[in-house]
């Protein structure tokens, strides 16, 4: 069974950094795209980062130059830096990723799996 687990989020005061992790296991053959999101109380979920399986990144414009998105592909993992955080970031991030997996029928396939989330509260 494929899973994605975040870890890093935590309570910070405005101005301070955080670090998020998020690891990909289970049948993987490869791992495509993958991409940070938050959810903030009372609104959509919203795209942060993307970085794509060469490790070209992209950012949503209220984070660039805060935020860095980077991946280990041998550890089937991606990062999210996080500087200068401010209040409206606080939120539950989310990690998406495009994985190829092998079922269990031995045939590979491609999908969108989803970490549980991990809470990011910055406080003023």
């Known amino acids: 069974q494929v899973q994605l687990v975040e870890s890093g989020g935590g309570l910070v005061q405005a101005g301070g950094s955080l670090s998020l992790s998020c690891v990909a296991s289970g049948s993987i053959w490869s791992t495509n795209a993958m991409e940070w999101y938050r959810e903030a109380p009372g609104k959509q979920r919203e795209l942060v980062a993307r970085?794509?399986?060469?490790?070209?990144?992209n950012y949503a414009d209220s984070v660039k130059g805060r935020f860095t998105i980077s991946r280990d592909n041998a550890k089937n993992t991606v990062y999210l830096q996080m500087n200068s955080l401010k209040p409206e970031d606080t939120a539950v991030y989310y990690c998406?990723?495009?994985?190829?997996?092998?079922?269990?029928?031995?045939?590979?396939?491609?999908?969108?799996?989803w970490g549980q989330g991990t809470q990011v509260t910055v406080s003023s």
């Open positions: 970085i794509s399986s060469g490790g070209t990144a």
């Open positions: 998406n990723a495009d994985l190829v997996v092998v079922g269990e029928s031995g045939l590979v396939s491609s999908d969108d799996y």
